[in-house]
Every structure is written in structure tokens, then in C-alpha cells.
């Protein structure tokens, strides 16, 4: 059986007071009281906002959702709208090459890069690979590059927007 019991807070009365408003805050002669009773709440927000698309299908890659980008020995921009972006990166090195090969992924807001992912490989007569999976969030004025320094570094770049600026999920 339940326990009632008074709570005599005043942490709690001014927490009322700022979430609830309209109730006046606490009166002379009325007390806070609480249950020792478990009542279980069951939030349904997804379901009923329809995102309750499990977050592993939420990331899939559709006909009409993907920006492919492949990059070599030059800087491209793929990216320049807001949200919240699914990124997978593959970067590759052929050939031999006397000079350090560099494929990046790079946030620019207009004036300043900032690398986000980079890939080197030493000079040398092998091949090397590498993918990394990046969620990536653009802002007003800022937009994704990718870029490689030499003809024997690739990078190639499946890009889907996965929520909008504000956080809303958008689904495949």
C-alpha cells in the first residue's frame, strides 16, 4: 500500500513555481505531498511525432537521399546545407609517390577550415585504405570539402542528411 506523506521544500516550491505558473505557486495553508507509490510513464513522443524509425534504419542511404563526392588531387564542395549530416569516407593511395599523400574532410564557415578527418600516407611504392564514419553538423554559412593532394590519393564521400538544423529527424 501507498505512503502519503508532506514535502516541506522550498527547492522544490520555487521549481514549481518557474514550471508551472498558472498554478499561483503554493498558497498559505496548502502542502506539497507525494506517494511512495511507483506510477510508470511510458513516453511515446517518437511514435506519435512519427521518427520512431529505428536509429540503424534511420541512417540508410536511399536513391534520392545520397550525395556521392570522389575526390583526387583537388579540393571539392559537396556540402553546403544545414543539418545534420551521415558522412562514409573512404580514402585510398595508388601508385608510388615521392611526397606524403593527404585525402581531409574539411568544415569551412566561409574564411576558415577546420580538418575534421585527414588520411596521410608516407611516401612509399604501396597501397593503403582506410573508412571512418562521421556525423557532421553544418551551420548557417558553413559547408562540408573534401579534398587530396595528389594524383595517387583518392577520397570518396557518401553523404545523407540525417535531421535538419534543429534536430528533426529526417527519415530515408
Wanted: hydrophobic share 35%.
Amino acid at each position: 500500500m501507498a505512503q502519503e506523506f508532506t514535502i516541506k521544500s522550498n527547492a522544490i516550491e520555487d521549481k514549481i513555481n518557474q514550471l508551472l505558473p498558472s498554478q499561483g505557486g503554493f498558497q498559505p495553508g496548502i502542502d506539497f505531498s507525494a506517494s511512495t507509490m511507483v506510477i510508470p510513464i511510458v513516453d511515446l513522443t517518437e511514435t506519435a511525432e512519427g521518427s520512431a524509425l529505428r536509429i540503424d534504419l534511420q541512417k540508410a542511404f536511399t536513391h534520392t537521399n545520397v550525395t556521392f563526392q570522389e575526390t583526387s588531387n583537388t579540393t571539392d564542395t559537396p556540402i553546403n546545407t544545414t543539418g545534420y549530416w551521415l558522412a562514409i569516407i573512404q580514402c585510398a593511395t595508388t601508385g608510388d609517390n615521392t611526397n606524403v599523400m593527404r585525402s581531409q574532410v574539411i568544415v569551412n564557415d566561409g574564411t576558415t577550415d577546420k580538418v575534421i578527418f585527414s588520411f596521410a600516407y608516407p611516401n612509399t611504392t604501396g597501397n593503403a585504405a582506410v573508412e571512418k564514419t562521421l556525423i557532421i553538423k553544418l551551420s548557417a554559412g558553413e559547408s562540408i570539402k573534401q579534398t587530396t593532394n595528389q594524383p595517387g590519393a583518392f577520397i570518396s564521400v557518401s553523404y545523407r542528411q540525417v535531421a535538419d538544423i534543429n534536430g528533426n529527424l529526417i527519415n530515408p
